[in-house]
């Protein structure tokens, strides 16, 4: 678990397991968020018992035991996160991997490879979309 604490940005919680992503996620995406990255179910509870986050970016295939979408669906399940903005973000690209990340509650699904300004926007559109609030980005 990694983290960069900014108190005046979103909150950010990435839910990834691979290395190389989480680097590049933050990388671009600490600018606007404050990130914090979890790479398992275990470090995913770890993070939500020590903190509180604004927005989720979830991949779907993690090496533990549970997947992206059962942690969504989780999220989903609880008073804290139920109307959270969650996005997913895979390489798992068939349409039956989308339809199943919709039915898990994420309001976004954006296959990989993908642009970072496309990432951006979409986090920026879910957020004000389920917050209310802008971005200066």
Partial sequence: MESDKLFDKPKLLIIEDDYENQILLKAYLKKNFSVTICDSEETFYECL???????????IALRSGKNGLDL???LRATE???SAPII??????????????FKAGVDAFLPRPIFNKDLLAALVEVYKKRTGKDLNV
């Fill in 49 to 59: 018992k020590n903190d509180t986050y604004d927005i989720f970016l979830v991949d």
């Fill in 72 to 74: 969504t669906r989780e």
């Fill in 80 to 82: 804290n996160y139920a």
């Fill in 88 to 101: 997913c973000l895979s390489a798992h690209v068939f349409p039956a991997d989308r339809e199943n990340a």
